[in-house]
């Protein structure tokens, strides 16, 4: 397995694994072709963008999609979007993915992994078995303007 930072040069290989993450259960994401392309090219092309990807030989099976932080505790590393294609779940594949990008982080410098995740899916406690704390004093809104 190859672990590479990715950028938006990669942006084909990126579509394909993240809809086929995304596009089944539990998330059942339905993307249009171009909202993709400019949401995946927000991720992986942007002066803070931070993404790495896992490679089996030409294919890229596992990805994180996420932004570098200047906080005022340190930098941190948010990540917006990760997963591993289906067939290759269930084999440690995430645990060592996240294991790499922790490494990589520290040689950065970088203090803190911060993700959102419902709590109803498998990622919740994918983070959870992975030492992830949920900060149960932090809250999420939004607001949808009216129509």
Request: net charge neutral; hydrophobic share 35%.
């Amino acid at each position: 397995m190859k672990f590479i930072r990715i950028t938006k040069r990669y942006l084909s290989k990126i579509q394909s694994a993240f809809l086929q993450i995304f596009s089944g259960e539990p998330w059942n994401d339905v993307w249009e072709d171009g909202q993709l392309k400019q949401y995946l090219c927000e991720l992986a092309g942007n002066k803070n963008s931070l993404s790495f990807g896992l490679f089996d030989k030409d294919e890229l099976i596992a990805i994180s999609l996420g932004r570098i932080k200047h906080w005022c505790s340190g930098t941190e590393y948010c990540i917006e979007e990760f997963g591993v294609i289906p067939r290759w779940q269930g084999k440690g594949i995430g645990s060592e993915f996240l294991s790499r990008i922790q490494s990589a982080l520290r040689e950065k410098g970088i203090c803190a992994i911060i993700l959102q995740t419902e709590r109803s899916v498998p990622a919740y406690r994918f983070y959870k078995k992975c030492g992830f704390e949920e900060q149960t004093e932090q809250a999420f809104f939004a607001k949808y303007p009216e129509e």
